[in-house]
């Protein structure tokens, strides 16, 4: 019998579950869940009390002893011969002990395994890190070996490992896009031809973190609903139980009650520094082996100046430190700036992310949400990816929101890929200067100019000098 096996108490156990068939108001008791209840066949009676309370709006009694006897049977008739309290607050305290104790052990032991794998890499502490080694800093590493592929959480748009943000103005539906990444991500397994925003394909499973200091349990459990019955719908030859079956095994689900429940409501200070809220989640994320997390939203948790620069630089580098904890890819949901609502031409999202431009500047990713006018009683977006990094920028797009789905349209007509416009530009026209490159291939100022950063960024073109202009990279 190992340490953890040894952590639980059957009687404490059905003592508690007696208390919650006889007073089933208690089940809205804090702080009860189903990892309090070691054994399974008590776990399972649990979280059937659970259900009939989610079908039924409460615990119906009178039926309720018929229907537990036959289900649970021996169980039954041991919890039924057992006094019950209307306080189980001691029961409560010491299997929330034991659970903990159990939590722990197992996270020792992820560690241990992760400590004993050589292709981990691991973080020495400051004052045991070696000192830095000229041999191991030459570029000959790099050819020694060919560069390993890049890894994706969304393939051809999203690389792994990355930081950056989901934004948008109010009511453009960031967070309703960033569950169906989460739930179709996690879903993969069964539904293995999904399409993130009907356009980026989902095929590979992955474990995800949401973590809302904005939604209530209330509201992502009615969002998670609608959600989850959509993505079964696409594949009405798998049970809605086996999609159900693999999100609730593959991804997390943090409600504003739990974000604030230690008191501590933001990941960086007024100051710019971390809080302790960083290595909470990056513990969570370790222990759960997660490759995204997405935290909502940014403006409620951090508490710095947002038009500071220096602050929203430190926020960035707080989100990387989790990136850099857990190896995840850190998605940050955001609210636009007041700017990029009035000006209309801002094709790439420069003016998009509210507050510093550090915080767009300073990310590797992004995704700007732009609501239309409704056409045909349906909300309209056009989704720009404004940033990206380790892969090409994808054409922004438009889809149709019919709630909770959403619909790629295909006659959108702004289709033309401006940041490879500028590029083919500039190899027919040697020298080009952005003005000119603008007139001939019609677009606005804007988009031009970020075309060319981006694809000066990227080692595409480069300007010899103003005089001078721009050439393709392979032609200077």
Not at 78 to 106: H, W, Y
Not at 123 to 147: H, N, Y
Not at 396 to 408: A, H, M, N, Q, R
């Amino acid at each position: 019998m190992t340490d953890r096996e040894k952590l639980h108490d059957q009687a404490i156990e059905k003592l508690l579950l007696a208390s919650l068939v006889y007073t089933p108001s208690l089940l809205l008791t804090d702080g009860i869940m189903p990892e309090l209840f070691y054994t399974e066949i008590h776990r399972s009676f649990f979280k059937e009390l659970i259900r009939i309370r989610e079908d039924y709006g409460s615990v119906p009694s009178e039926n309720l002893p018929i229907y537990l006897a036959d289900k649970f049977q021996t169980l039954f008739v041991d919890v039924q011969g057992l006094a019950s309290s209307a306080n189980p607050t001691p029961e409560i305290k010491r299997l929330t002990e034991l659970a903990e104790r159990r939590r722990l052990i197992t996270a020792a032991e992820r560690a241990a395994a992760d400590a004993a794998n050589m292709e981990r890499p691991v973080i020495l502490p400051d004052d045991a890190r070696p000192a830095w080694c000229a041999a191991q800093l030459s570029p000959q590493r790099f050819f020694d070996k060919p560069a390993p592929p890049f890894e994706f959480v969304v393939a051809g748009l999203l690389a792994r490992g990355l930081t950056g943000f989901l934004f948008g103005e109010g009511g453009s539906y960031k967070s309703l896009a960033a569950l169906w990444l989460v739930y179709q991500r996690a879903a993969a397994a069964v539904h293995c031809s999904g399409k993130w925003l009907d356009r980026f394909e989902i095929t590979t499973p992955g474990r995800s973190i949401f973590f809302s200091a904005e939604d209530v349990d209330l509201d992502l459990h009615h969002r998670t609903e609608n959600i989850v019955r959509a993505i079964a719908s696409q594949r009405p030859d798998v049970p809605e139980s086996a999609f159900q079956r693999e999100i609730a095994e593959n991804c997390l689900v943090i409600p504003r009650e739990k974000w604030i429940q230690d008191g501590e409501c933001f990941l960086v200070n007024e100051n710019g520094m971390p809080t302790r809220k960083q290595r909470e989640i990056i513990e969570i994320a370790k222990e759960f082996r997660a490759d995204l997390l997405v935290i909502e939203t940014f403006s409620r948790v951090v508490a710095v100046d947002e038009i500071d620069n220096a602050q929203a630089s430190r926020a960035i580098g707080c989100l990387e430190r989790i990136r850099d904890g857990t190896g995840a890819t850190i998605l940050c949901i955001a609210h636009s700036g007041k700017a990029a609502r009035i000006k209309k031409d801002d094709v790439y999202g420069a003016n998009g992310l509210r507050g510093a431009s550090a915080l767009l500047d300073n990310s590797r990713f992004g995704l700007w949400f732009r609501a239309q006018k409704r056409k045909d009683g349906a909300d309209r977006l056009q989704i720009v990816n404004a940033k990206t990094f380790r892969c090409k920028r994808a054409d922004d797009f438009i889809v149709k929101v019919t709630y909770p789905s959403f619909e790629l349209v295909e006659d959108h007509e702004d289709a033309h890929d401006i940041f490879e416009q500028v590029i083919a530009d500039v190899r027919q026209n040697p020298g080009a200067k952005q003005r000119e490159t603008r007139r001939r291939i019609g677009a606005n100022t804007a988009a031009t100019s970020r075309a060319f950063q981006d694809a000066v960024a990227e080692e595409r073109i480069l300007l010899k000098s103003r005089k001078e202009g721009y050439f393709a990279v392979d032609e200077a």
